[in-house]
């Protein structure tokens, strides 16, 4: 096992381990045993690499020492040595693959190593966009992103409510929580890379009146599932589950795409879980989870910036499972959800062009649902069409689905939506090409169920 230590997750690392692993490195013992290591290093690999003098040793120092903490698991431990001494990693590999037993190999890294720019903002530069390359300089966008208005409002309600406290999971930056950290430092929680424990940790606080604001990506909230039924659901504890980069991440790739977490919520008793149309409502949202106490909630948003709504200066308590209907019709209703509202109010201009009466509804909620709204559309209209950036198995077309087979009406319900696949990195309106999530796509589909 190698361990690659460079100090860095996203974010700098948190937690006792990670403090015994600085320990490791700047113990005095190593002081002390210079000659040792370079003894080492000379019967692995030779006087010859041995007359490289005190960089190899330095390097190597330590090597021999055993450590409790491995130790106890039956791993033997050996290290740290310089992970970018590339003869001495591969001299310490040939002498540790002949051992019959376990080993771990620590070596230490530099999170940004042979670019300046890097090593000198390694958080920035864990994953971005373009940028110069002569100064690691990226373009500032004009418009905030969610994650920048979710850290900048939710510290603005912090500070007139006490019981507010937000937890992540090693990612204050990717999340906007960066700036909750600098305002209300005494209620900001990072537990590390450990989904589980900021969940149930989560519980904890909500259990002794706190109102937790637990940040995590939407694909990363996986982790915790277990906890999102047995302790927040059955337990109806309030945590507000907030989902960052919830459906498709673009560049991020199949690893960081949010497209499965309508599916893994909108099953579990005692849950609400909701999307913004833009970022004005996503406020709203957040105000709304704020002062909601009946059970837990989730609000899943997406990377980077919407339509560049700004939020009112007073945030609006909304109606919990009240969608909002923008535009009444009577051949086609469009069911446009979060941050595919956009989407669906080009197909509606389209089809309108085409001389057919559109509704348009931006549905807010995907549990609870308006069902006396799916209801009266799907009763007065020739066809539904929901269209939603998560994958269209379990999603909220299939919710609306299931429920007009409930209450036996037959209208069809065309979706939009991804596939039952894994999908790619990429830039988001191509793979939305690829996979048909287009507005020639959507109105193909339903014109084939319009009289005339």
Request: charged letters at 25%; proline letters at 5%.
């Amino acid at each position: 096992m190698v361990l690659n230590d460079n100090e860095w997750s996203i974010d700098r690392n948190v937690g006792a381990i990670a403090k015994y692993f600085h320990a490791l490195q700047t113990s005095s013992a190593y002081d002390h045993i210079h000659e040792k290591a370079a003894e080492f290093v000379e019967k692995i690999a030779g006087k010859s690499l041995r007359s490289i003098g005190k960089k190899i040793e330095v390097s190597a120092k330590n090597l021999i020492i055993p450590n409790v903490l491995f130790e106890k698991f039956g791993l033997r431990y050996y290290g740290p040595i310089d992970g970018h001494n590339i003869d001495v990693l591969v001299k310490t590999f040939e002498f540790l693959k002949e051992h019959e037993n376990p080993v771990v190999l620590h070596i230490i890294t530099e999170k940004g190593r042979g670019y300046e720019p890097a090593k000198a903002n390694p958080m920035k530069f864990h994953g971005l966009g373009p940028y110069k390359t002569e100064t690691g300089e990226t373009p500032v966008g004009a418009t905030p992103t969610y994650s920048q208005i979710y850290g900048k409002k939710l510290s603005e309600f912090a500070r007139n409510d006490q019981k507010i406290v937000a937890i992540t999971a090693a990612m204050p930056s990717g999340t906007g929580l960066s700036a909750f950290r600098e305002a209300v430092p005494d209620r900001y929680y990072d537990v590390g890379i450990a989904e589980e424990h900021a969940a149930l940790f989560s519980c904890g606080q909500a259990v002794q009146g706190f109102k937790p604001f637990l940040t995590i990506y939407s694909t990363f909230f996986q982790r915790a599932y277990d906890m999102a039924i047995h302790d927040m659901g059955i337990q109806k504890l309030p945590v507000r589950l907030c989902m960052d980069r919830a459906g498709l991440s673009g560049d991020d790739g199949p690893t960081h795409h949010g497209l499965f977490d309508i599916g893994y919520l909108r099953h579990i008793p005692n849950w609400v879980l909701m999307q913004p149309k833009d970022e004005d409502e996503f406020v709203d949202m957040l105000w709304t989870m704020a002062n909601y106490s009946d059970g837990p909630s989730a609000i899943r948003y997406p990377r980077g910036p919407g339509t560049g709504a700004v939020p009112k200066e007073t945030p609006e308590l909304l109606s919990i499972g009240e969608a909002e209907v923008v535009a009444e019709g009577s051949d086609v209703a469009l069911f446009g959800l979060g941050n595919f509202f956009e989407l669906a109010q080009t197909v509606q201009r389209k089809l309108q062009e085409q001389g057919h009466s559109v509704a348009l509804i931006n549905p807010r909620w995907i549990k609870p649902m308006d069902l006396d709204c799916i209801k009266n559309f799907a009763s007065q209209c020739q066809v539904i069409c929901t269209l939603e950036d998560h994958v269209l198995h379990n999603g909220f077309g299939c919710a609306v689905i299931e429920y007009l087979n409930e209450v036996e009406i037959k209208t069809p319900v065309e979706r939009i939506g991804w596939p039952d696949e894994f999908i790619e990195h990429g830039r988001i309106n191509l793979l939305r090409e690829k996979h048909g999530l287009t507005v020639d796509r959507c109105v193909a589909k339903i014109t084939r169920h319009l009289a005339g």
